[in-house]
């Protein structure tokens, strides 16, 4: 058996007897799947959509557009269906700094931790028991109550009072899109089920000897419906790697690995990714140590991954974490040595937990762990209670909402610099949510035709366009010259075409640094004989196939002393077009050849 440091074993004394100080971890928001798509100005992107949802909710979709190039800006419309009620905007530069807002300071059940908090998929957030202060020097209440709030935690309704008593440390998940499972916690080796939103439990699984009566474990439903129980520890002190596996909602279980590569190690924070990826971040193990390691696994916990050995925040335990709808991963509090203040600093990945960045230092809410957090189908992240060295137990209710805009069709999204950007839309009703996600590239990091002018020719001529671009060697380029109008009025003479078109391929070129908007710099050429031409203002259009039209310019023909008729809009040429259906309005540089 290991040894466990003095403040672990008395906390776990004081548990068993009634009187402890401390404990809790909180618990992950749904997934989703990942399909790929492309739409309008979208070079790559793809498809999620949301498995926390009912068959009646809603189904999330959008289309962008980019309305600017300088400075780059979209515009966003709603495309979804299922007569969704809320929509929740991420436009991808989100830094998740605002303010949180105090819901409710002094909630009705007493001050607690080591209480689990979900958000069910119409919005409910439920609080189910944990360990509750009953007052100074006197030992705790190991409560069992369930409360429930309709209204982002503003208001609480209990809704059961004993129904899960005397398991503090156990962990929670829902599952099935609409049950929570409950199971473990201090002298506890079964699994329980709610339907109804924790008003009643059924006992679904008994006598599961392998718990160990572990506490303070990760249990996480993944995107295929399987739920994964991982690490934690034991009743007498042990801390635990084994994973265990359930693929009917908590009825049996299954061990799938005894010992994984990562230490054993209790009172870390998981969360579960849309691709059915585990997260997990921090601990501390049996001898004391806490850590500030993130690790991952892509096949139910099989097998697992060091993505970061020293994730930036300081080593800890009793945080909790929570997976976004724009598959940024949050981290929240916890605490380090016993006895010192816990933390009240947030950070946040968006590369699937390989490296962190501190978002805000002093949020509105104290320094706390044990606290619980759930994310709501608006995409608020809501934060419960918890213990704080300096005040003792806390029953507040915190809520951060970090999306965009809340708007159906938002207003138009301006963004810092050109680049590839996520755009996130959960959509939501009472029945349930969904979020697609697609990437949008803004800005001069686009495709381009750039049309070096040509200059003025007479019948006869015999010429060559020139056009460099970053379209890719081997594309093919239609490019037409002709005439468009054949009078002073501008008006087509009915039956006469002016002109020649022809399909070239884009060659291979070197850099060319006088282009402000290009990355790679091939080209093409066009030649032309203007002996059929007869004298007017010719349009050059250049469009490649599969990606509508880039590159336009002007040119004049003259001959036999006939005039020119200008166009009413100056020569134009294209010095960054956007790769995308909406066109060129508004997208581009005008000069005169």
Same mark, same amino acid.
């Given at each position: ?12 004394? $004081? ?68 007569? *969704?009620?809320? /929509?929740?905007? &991420? ?39 944990? %360990? ?6 006197? *030992?705790?209440? /190991? ?14 309704? !209990? ?5 899960? #008593?005397?398991?503090?440390? &156990? ?16 002298? #506890? ?8 939103? @924790? ?85 501390? !193990? ?40 724009? #598959? ?26 390989? %490296? /962190? ?98 200059? #003025? ?38 039956? $006469? ?26 080209? &093409? ?57 909406? @066109? ?10």
């Amino acid at each position: 058996m290991h040894f466990v440091t003095q403040d672990v074993w008395g906390m776990m004394r $004081e548990w068993r007897m009634g009187n402890t100080n401390d404990r809790d971890r909180g618990k992950p928001a749904a997934a989703w799947s990942m399909p790929w798509s492309r739409i309008g100005l979208i070079v790559a992107g793809f498809v999620l959509l949301t498995g926390a949802a009912s068959a009646a909710a809603p189904t999330a979709d959008f289309t962008c557009t980019q309305i600017s190039v300088e400075p780059p800006m979209i515009s966003c419309t709603d495309q979804s269906s299922g007569n *969704p009620t809320g /929509w929740a905007w &991420f436009f991808g530069d989100e830094t998740y700094s605002g303010k949180w807002v105090l819901m409710n300071n002094s909630t009705p059940w007493t001050q607690r931790v080591a209480q689990a908090t979900m958000a069910l998929p119409n919005g409910t957030v439920v609080t189910i028991g944990g %360990t509750t202060f009953v007052a100074l020097n006197k *030992p705790r209440s /190991w409560a069992g109550d369930t409360w429930i709030s309709t209204d982002k935690g503003k208001t609480w309704i !209990n809704v059961t009072r004993v129904a899960l #008593e005397h398991r503090p440390g &156990f962990s929670a998940t829902l599952v099935n899109n609409r049950d929570i499972l409950v199971t473990g916690g201090y002298a #506890e080796y079964d699994a329980q089920r709610s339907s109804d939103g @924790g008003a009643t439990w059924v006992q679904v699984a008994k006598d599961l000897t392998w718990l160990d009566a572990r506490h303070d474990f990760g249990l996480l439903t993944l995107q295929n419906n399987n739920v994964v129980l991982f690490g934690g520890q034991e009743y007498y002190g042990d801390t635990l790697n084994d994973t265990y596996i359930s693929v009917d909602y908590g009825d049996s279980w299954t061990p799938i690995s005894t010992s994984q590569l990562w230490s054993s190690r209790a009172m870390f924070s998981s969360v579960a990714l849309s691709n059915n990826e585990i997260v997990m971040t921090g601990g501390m !193990n049996s001898g004391g140590t806490r850590y500030n390691e993130t690790w991952s696994s892509r096949d139910n916990g099989i097998t697992w991954t060091l993505i970061n050995s020293s994730s930036g925040w300081e080593p800890r335990r009793y945080h909790t974490s929570v997976a976004m709808p724009d #598959e940024s991963i949050v981290l929240m509090g916890g605490s380090n040595i016993q006895k010192n203040p816990p933390f009240n600093d947030i950070w946040r990945s968006t590369d699937y937990g390989a %490296t /962190w960045t501190q978002v805000n230092t002093t949020p509105e809410w104290s320094p706390r762990f044990h606290h619980s957090s759930t994310v709501l189908p608006d995409a608020s992240i809501v934060l419960v209670g918890g213990t704080n060295n300096d005040t003792g137990d806390l029953r507040d209710v915190w809520r951060l909402d970090p999306a965009a805009s809340p708007d159906q069709n938002p207003l138009p999204h301006k963004y810092a610099g050109p680049g590839t950007y996520q755009v996130t839309l959960r959509v939501y009703n009472a029945d349930g949510y969904t979020t697609i996600r697609k990437f949008i590239t803004v800005g001069e990091s686009q495709y381009y035709i750039n049309v070096k002018p040509v200059p #003025e020719i007479h019948v006869g001529d015999k010429f060559t366009i020139n056009a460099t671009t970053n379209l890719p060697a081997g594309q093919e380029v239609l490019v037409e010259a002709y005439a468009p109008y054949f009078d002073r009025n501008h008006k087509p003479q009915s039956g $006469e075409f002016s002109g020649v078109s022809n399909m070239v391929k884009v060659q291979a070129g070197a850099p060319d640094p006088a282009c402000s908007c290009c990355e790679q710099v091939n080209f &093409f050429i066009f030649d032309i004989d203007s002996s059929a031409f007869k004298p007017d203002v010719y349009l050059i259009n250049d469009t490649a196939m599969g990606i509508p039209q880039l590159g336009r310019s002007y040119f004049y023909v003259r001959g036999g002393g006939t005039p020119v008729t200008p166009l009413a809009l100056d020569p134009l040429v294209i010095v960054c077009g956007i790769a995308g259906a909406y @066109g060129l309005a508004g997208l581009i540089r005008r000069r005169k050849p």
